[in-house]
């Protein structure tokens, strides 16, 4: 039962443009989201968060968006670089799981130069 | 880059053997957790420990057990490795669990390509 979803498998974008990366979760107790950055035969890398009690994070080229009552959350990088290239992961937790963290099937972007 | 090592990096291995997943750290970090990684499903925990001795199950726990005797490691152990188990397996570590204040986020290490054949 997958509790955090990424419906598109991959997603191409041009250089320059934005990248907008969506995930859905059906458990209405998480309140902590975060998304991590994955290059081939490497571990994932985080790369920004946001806490139920925000709508929006932003550090740098990215940006986080949380909508509660819709259970869905978006990645936006702006502009988009090549090196933006990889796969995405959104993860999610709740304090009543502890410290489990449920991540996505991810999205694998591909910036094109 | 956080100091997270995993060994061996790539395995084969046949059905029925056991087989120990190495995670070693240099952070001091008090906690520790295996993941695994395959199509379709994202990463999904396995086991996780929070201090030395003391552990807990993960979501996908069957078929698999840790140990942590010191802070720096945590053993993953496939007592009777099947093709199911074949994975790319995670290890990562956090400074702390969540608590009401804040989380913390978890830092991977490379991962460790397995096969069961």
């Known amino acids: 039962d997958q509790q955090v979803k990424q419906n598109s498998p991959s997603l191409s974008v041009q250089e320059g443009r934005i990248s907008i990366l969506n995930c859905d979760y059906t458990n209405s107790m998480f309140d902590y989201f975060l998304w991590y950055k994955k290059y081939p035969a490497e571990g994932p890398t985080f790369l920004i968060s946001i806490s139920s009690i925000k709508d929006k994070n932003e550090d740098g080229r990215f940006t986080v968006f949380l909508n509660k009552s819709a259970k869905h959350l978006s990645l936006h990088i702006v502009p988009s670089q090549p090196g933006d290239s990889a796969v995405y992961f959104c993860a999610a937790s709740a304090m009543e799981t502890g410290n489990q963290f449920y991540f996505g099937t991810g999205t694998s972007l591909t910036v094109i130069p | 880059d956080a100091g997270i090592t995993q060994s061996p990096r790539h395995k084969v291995t046949e059905t029925g053997t056991p087989v120990t997943l190495r995670c070693h750290q240099t952070?001091?970090?008090?906690?520790m957790y295996w993941y695994r990684q395959d199509p379709g499903h994202g990463l999904r925990l396995i086991h996780y420990s929070y201090g030395v001795k003391d552990t807990d199950k993960g979501e996908v726990s069957d078929g698999y057990s840790v140990s942590r005797s010191k802070t720096e490691d945590f053993l993953l152990t496939l007592e009777s490795a099947t093709s199911s188990q074949t994975s790319v397996y995670f290890c990562?570590?956090?400074?702390?669990?969540?608590?009401?204040?804040?989380?913390?986020?978890?830092?991977f290490g490379p991962g460790t390509r397995l096969t069961v054949l």
């Open positions: 952070e001091n970090h008090r906690y």
């Open positions: 990562a570590i956090s400074a702390e669990g969540p608590s009401v204040a804040s989380y913390n986020e978890q830092f």
